[in-house]
């Protein structure tokens, strides 16, 4: 039942992606929780004047997270949705493997993401001040306690409503 569905909404989206003229994607690699590796390839665009995105794929990578071997997942998704002369940029995090994977294997136009620029760019703000470093370290203490511990949140929230406060947790 699931992979005729799968089979229905893969078909549905390739129409779909044969009548635009651009593709826009963003694509990640990240790791499972059970240490498996997997790459997500997402494409953007306008059909019927709306802008659209849909998930192409998520796929494991078993070899080595080389900007060869992303390059190789990412262009077998975007040779099964037949988008290949279509895609006018790609935005991906900062790392060096994707980096290569977009502008040397795939030849593609890579856009580092904006939100992966400004944290690797907070990471080093903080990491330069001793003082930034132990108000962090308090913070990450401070949320993992309310995290762990129900009747503490219950206060907390309780607090909030009583201060008028709009309750964050």
Known sequence: MI???YETCRNQ????LAAVEYVALTTDVWTSDTNSSFVSITGHYVYN???SSSVLETKQ???NHTGANIAS???EVLENYSISSKVVTVVADNAANMKNAIEEHLKLPYQPCVAHT????AEDALSVSE???DIVKKCRSLVGHFKSSTISTAKL???QDQLGLIALV
């Open 61 to 63: 990578l078993v070899e």
């Open 131 to 133: 003082t930034l470093k």
């Open 118 to 121: 400004l944290n690797l760019v």
């Open 13 to 16: 989206l390739v129409s779909k």
């Open 157 to 159: 929230q309780q607090a």
């Open 49 to 51: 004047n709306t802008l």
């Open 73 to 75: 997942a990412i262009a």
């Open 3 to 5: 992979p005729s569905f």
